[in-house]
């Protein structure tokens, strides 16, 4: 091989190699440039286009995430605590203390404001009947019953609540409050001794979540239930429930349904004597049934007159919730 060959030959492979390493590079920055766009799925980088799509998708969302927005999602949350607290404020205007006291001093206290309270002014003159008993006080005030030292406080509020009720509804002019009741539910004590009586076990998901809830409600409002039965004329029970609806005490008419005793138009027309003797059912022709029609038509020309004020009262039996944002009780703690 003479010297020309040789310096073609290696010109040759050095061009050779300069082409194979361009097309090397040329096909690492298209590999590179296609990861950038597209994405790389073994190191799992996302690509331009990835990121382009999450930011256009982004971008569409209300509200849209930037600092703008930060700062009035910021000023919203500010603005929704002023307005919790405010409601709060306005709902525990009505909050009443409750002072401490002894099972006899209470008992003495019971005894006394029943008096009063029976005493309250009514439509029909007093608000209770004579033989009252106050339901569930019943032991407290004319038995020998003794309130327990945990309950004291509790009843100290149950009697708060129905004596403030009773008070609105003499106010109101009802004709004669019938009735008082607790309305209770199970509570947590009694859940958590009937998990006891099963077995110590391991808590499921659904106990850790009832678990929770009671104790957001033991740290919320307290709440107790009356079922309260009373007499009143149709103005004085609409009086009462606006009365109730609006009071400064947070009180809330779960439920109520009334009854007339008797319907004093039906009496009137004879359809009282109608049920207490009715004839035997017999067929009768057209001409007999429009011969006993007729007298009846005469008789409904002559008219028949009421007077509403006369008419019998309404039964009415309610259900009310009093709440208690412990507003008063914070307080004192924090004087303490």
């Excluded at 910021?74 to 409601?87: C, Q, Y």
Aim: hydrophobic share 40%.
């Amino acid at each position: 091989m003479n010297k020309t060959k040789i310096i073609l030959s290696v010109t040759g492979g050095v061009i050779l190699v300069a082409v194979l390493a361009m097309a090397f590079l040329t096909w690492m920055s298209l590999s590179a440039k296609t990861a950038a766009r597209e994405g790389d799925d073994e190191s799992g980088t996302d690509g331009l286009e990835t990121v382009m799509e999450r930011a256009r998708a982004l971008s569409a969302k209300k509200p849209y995430p930037c600092a703008a927005s930060v700062k009035q999602i910021s000023s919203n949350r500010e603005e929704v605590i002023a307005w919790k607290d405010a409601a709060l404020k306005l709902a525990a205007r009505g909050d009443r203390p409750v002072t401490a006291t002894t099972p006899a001093a209470f008992k003495e206290f019971i005894v006394g404001d029943a008096k009063r309270v029976a005493a309250l002014p009514s439509a029909s003159g007093t608000l209770v009947a004579a033989d009252f008993d106050f339901g569930p006080f019943k032991d407290y005030i004319s038995g020998g019953k003794m309130p327990a030292e945990a309950e004291l406080a509790g009843l100290q509020r149950k009697w708060d609540d129905v004596s403030l009720v009773a008070e609105m509804l003499s106010n109101c002019g009802i004709v004669r409050l019938t009735g008082i009741a607790f309305k209770t539910a199970e509570t947590a004590t009694e859940a958590k001794e009937d998990n006891n009586r099963k077995g110590a076990r391991r808590k499921k998901p659904m106990q850790k979540k009832a678990a929770a809830k009671d104790e957001q409600a033991a740290a919320g409002p307290a709440a107790f239930t009356y079922t309260i039965s009373f007499l009143a004329r149709p103005a004085a029970f609409v009086k009462s429930v606006n009365a109730l609806s609006t009071s400064d005490r947070f009180i809330v008419v779960d439920d109520f349904s009334f009854v007339r005793e008797s319907d004093v138009i039906a009496l009137a027309l004879g359809d009282g004597d109608k049920k207490e003797a009715q004839p035997a059912r017999r067929r009768r022709g057209r001409r007999d049934a429009r011969e006993e029609e007729e007298p009846k038509a005469e008789e409904a020309k002559g008219g028949i007159v009421t007077d509403p004020v006369l008419d019998p009262p309404l039964a009415v039996t309610m259900s009310v919730s009093v709440y208690d944002f412990k507003s008063l009780e914070e307080t004192k703690e924090e004087g303490k």
